[in-house]
């Protein structure tokens, strides 16, 4: 069946990284514009970044644009977020997905940027 | 950007109650709009894709439409399962966006 896992979240400080991996399992990823998405805590949805299904477009909101590196392994199913010079205000959950093209999430990783 | 308005930002419904859900965009996207709806705690299920097309196993109460930049959500008859918050998003151009979502809860 299909599986998105999530790992890679965490608490870190502001100004330091983090890299959120999703490893997928059950579709052909490799066919998949990829997405990531956050959501800070009790606030609606917010689109982050997404890859085309092979790796050579890359798009970004522009409160991340310069600190954030989505990228993609399709050769072992994998999709990155680097995450560089955090600021308190990406505090949120983070899933990877593959919507709106079809129905697959992560189960989400929360990223906890704090002193 | 464009941006996504969606109304209402609450609403209050009883089970078996018809619901419409709207969302307006500040320019022409096409079709391309989706809709989610999201319990706490879990991820975002993928409801309705280019504007009225039925996500895989949801249920045909749910349904979408579209009238120039404004599309509706429409649940025929509210079940307990649905009282959730749900959201809209254009996938017209990048960057992608959310509407900031309706809180469906019990009248």
């Known amino acids: 069946q299909v599986q998105m896992v999530e790992s890679g979240g965490g608490v870190v400080q502001p100004g330091r990284s983090l890299r959120l991996s999703c490893a997928a399992s059950g579709f052909s990823f490799s066919s998949y514009a990829m997405h990531w998405v956050r959501q800070a805590p009790g606030k609606g949805l917010e689109w982050v970044a997404s890859?085309?299904?092979?790796?050579?477009?890359?798009y970004y909101r522009d409160s991340v644009k310069g600190r954030f590196t989505i990228s993609r392994d399709n050769s072992k199913n994998m999709l990155f977020l680097q995450m560089n010079n955090l600021r308190v205000e990406d505090t949120a959950v983070y899933y990877c997905?593959?919507?709106?093209?079809?129905?697959?999430w992560g189960q989400g990783a929360l990223v906890t940027v704090s002193s | 950007d464009i941006q996504m308005t969606q109304s209402p930002s609450t609403l209050s419904a009883s089970v078996g109650d018809r619901v419409t859900i709207t969302c307006r965009a500040s320019q022409s996207i096409s079709s391309w709009l989706a809709w989610y709806q999201q319990k706490p705690g879990k991820t975002p299920k993928l409801l309705i894709y280019?504007?009225?097309h039925l996500g895989s196993g949801v249920p045909s109460r749910f349904s979408g439409d579209e009238s120039g930049t404004e599309f509706t959500l429409i649940i025929s008859s509210l079940q307990p399962d649905d009282f959730a918050t749900y959201y809209c998003q254009q996938y017209y151009t990048y960057p992608y966006t959310f509407g900031q979502g309706t809180k469906l809860d019990i009248k």
């Open positions: 890859i085309l299904y092979d790796g050579r477009n890359e």
């Open positions: 997905g593959s919507a709106p093209d079809d129905d697959y």
């Open positions: 280019k504007a009225s």
